[in-house]
């Protein structure tokens, strides 16, 4: 974990320059015509726009504050990482409108501890588990539209309803709603400086066209998330291995703000080591890339490293919690990266891909279409270099696969 009392300046000087190149390139119009001149004081500040801060924002202008929202990336990329979200878990005792079925709260902290490896703080887990039955309700009187369960064409889940429209259009609702009740918003506009020390709070940022403005207020919600596009930050956790990572969110998730809340003495919570990895198409982008370059068929081949290695029973478990079991392991591999082999039966039960997997007649053949894998040139000879104490057993579709290759590639969310 990264130290509160190391300075935050040196990161963020260096991701701002990045950051702030990247913002003059978007400028014009990211100042939303919506939003008046900046008042010096108001009552709520809201730092960040994405979901959190959105919800922040509406509520507080619910109960007749007057609410500025500040964010970072440009207006185009409003709503950041869940702009790329499908649905959201919530607790229920018998089917809603939004769900079937029941998915009762103890199972719904079951789960949490489970993929925490019970490192999960247990009294938010247990507060966001409690409030998550009241999301819907909340979500559908601010103007979001969610799948309605009967008419359903996704996979049915008891545990999650589903944004009509995806994250991307939830975003958009809840930007409409902050702005229809009066919030002001600024885009493209960094938070440079938190003064948390007075009685007020104090934030400067930079606004459009290079302005640093700032603004003081009584009460703060900073929501300007993680670390997950911070490199040089997730290589201090998890060594060269955070180079080969493909980020699935948004490139603006830096943790500057939160470097500097730890910096005040802000109390850490969770285990900041542990994240959600899953495996991704390396031929996505680095950035961004959201869900839809995600690979599903891991259990529908056999996996293996650069050197022709496989890694682990493809077959062990089907079920979702499978991505993030894979997404560590690929994380672990040379250069982070692995390769899915599918037959045609394989590839035959998969969901369609953004990107083709490179394909040939016969496993054989693969090499000259995919020249990383230069160890092995029949499916045998996989297992053959590898010593049979450390062959992992394969439980399921056991059939060696014949004729089609795709390359996939770890991420890291959050
Ligand atoms: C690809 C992908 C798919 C996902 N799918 C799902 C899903 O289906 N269901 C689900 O429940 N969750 C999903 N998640 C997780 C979910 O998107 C996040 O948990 C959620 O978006 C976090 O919201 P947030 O507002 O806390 O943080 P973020 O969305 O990270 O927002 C933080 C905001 O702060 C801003 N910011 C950062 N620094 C500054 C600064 N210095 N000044 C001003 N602003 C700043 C950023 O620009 C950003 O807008 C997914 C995440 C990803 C990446």
């Known amino acids: 974990m990264r130290s509160p009392t190391k300075s935050p300046l040196s990161l963020t000087g260096l991701d701002r320059r990045a950051l702030q190149a990247e913002l003059e390139a978007h400028a014009s119009g990211e100042l939303t015509t919506y939003a008046p001149a900046l008042r010096s004081c108001v009552d709520v500040l809201v730092v960040g726009g994405g979901s959190a801060a959105l919800c922040a924002a509406i509520a507080a202008r619910q109960c007749g504050a007057s609410v500025h929202v500040i964010e970072a990336a440009p207006s185009i990329l409003r709503g950041e990482n869940a702009r790329h979200a499908r649905n959201f878990r919530i607790a229920h005792q018998q089917p ?62 008891n545990r999650t309803a589903f944004l009509l429209g995806g994250g991307k259009a939830m975003m958009n ?38 302005v640093v403005r700032h603004v003081a207020s009584k009460t703060i919600a900073i929501c300007a998330g993680g670390n997950p596009a911070n490199i040089e930050w997730l290589r201090e956790e998890l060594g060269d291995a955070a180079n080969g990572l493909v980020i699935r969110g948004t490139p603006y998730a830096l943790g500057d703000l939160l470097v500097r809340l730890l910096a005040c003495g802000m109390r850490s919570i969770g285990e900041p080591s542990h994240c959600h990895m899953v495996p991704f198409d390396a031929r996505g ?16 081949g056999i996996v293996v490293d650069r050197n022709g290695l496989r890694i682990a029973d493809e077959g062990e478990d ?97």
């Open 285 to 300: 982008p680095k950035f961004d890339g959201g869900v839809v370059t995600r690979v599903t068929a891991i259990p529908h």
């Open 318 to 414: 089907i079920g979702k919690m499978h991505f993030s079991k894979w997404g560590v392991r690929i994380s672990r591999c040379p250069d982070q990266i692995a390769y899915l082999i599918l037959d045609l039966d394989g590839y035959m039960k998969t969901a369609p891909s953004v990107f083709r997997p490179i394909q040939a007649d016969d496993v054989g053949d693969l090499p000259t279409s995919c020249n990383s894998i230069l160890q092995f040139s029949t499916v045998p000879s996989i297992a053959s270099t590898q010593p049979s104490s450390h062959r992992p057993t394969r439980s399921q579709w056991s059939e060696p696969p014949s004729d089609c290759c795709h390359r996939s590639r770890v991420a890291r969310t959050h």
């Open 173 to 210: 609702a809840l930007y409409a709603a902050a702005i229809r009740l009066g919030a002001t918003v600024w885009h493209g506009s960094p938070v440079i400086e938190l003064d948390l020390s007075q009685t007020e709070y104090c934030v400067s940022f930079v606004s459009r066209g290079g």
């Open 96 to 157: 809603t409108t939004f769900v079937p079925g029941k998915y009762g709260e103890e199972a719904f902290i079951g789960d949490i501890l489970h993929v925490t490896r019970g490192t999960a703080d247990r009294e938010l887990t247990e507060i966001l588990v409690r409030e998550s039955a009241e999301t819907t309700d909340w979500l559908v009187e601010n103007g979001i539209h969610l799948e309605r369960r009967d008419h359903r064409c996704q996979n049915v889940s």
